[in-house]
């Protein structure tokens, strides 16, 4: 996190402080195996004004990546989420579609946090699975 943290707070080509932008998304995706990791990267949005044009990251293990765009099945949620309990919203959020008879990928998986901390009631989390 402080690392995409440091990027907007000025540590960039700019020196340019940008917006906190919502959501913060988290792509993971599992390991092939009960003892592999998982690979989780962490994203942040780059506002509208800058997107044609972003100050390049000082932090080479920051980068300004375009994705391209996904339609995905939501399920949104509330409280302070650890890694068991996306699991288990990604695993409803799975039944849910399948039971709707809507085709959704198993991976990779991402989850949607809109609140900082300092927030403690109403929290908005989402798990999204991608569309087939």
Do not use: H
Not at 56 to 67: D, F, L, R
């Amino acid at each position: 996190f402080f690392r995409l943290f440091n990027y907007i707070d000025g540590q960039n080509s700019e020196n340019m402080k940008i917006a906190m932008t919502a959501p913060v998304r988290m792509r993971i995706i599992p390991g092939e195996g009960p003892n592999c990791e998982s690979n989780y990267t962490m994203s942040f949005y780059i506002p509208e004004s800058l997107q044609s044009n972003p100050p390049t990251p000082n932090n080479n293990q920051v980068y300004i990546e375009e994705t391209p765009m996904i339609r995905v099945a939501t399920k949104r949620f509330p409280g302070f989420p650890n890694d068991l309990q996306y699991s288990v919203q990604a695993a409803e959020l799975y039944e849910l579609a399948v039971g709707e008879g809507v085709e959704v990928s198993t991976a990779p998986l991402y989850t949607a946090g809109y609140d900082g901390p300092s927030i403690i009631i109403n929290r908005r989390n989402e798990v999204w699975l991608e569309l087939n």
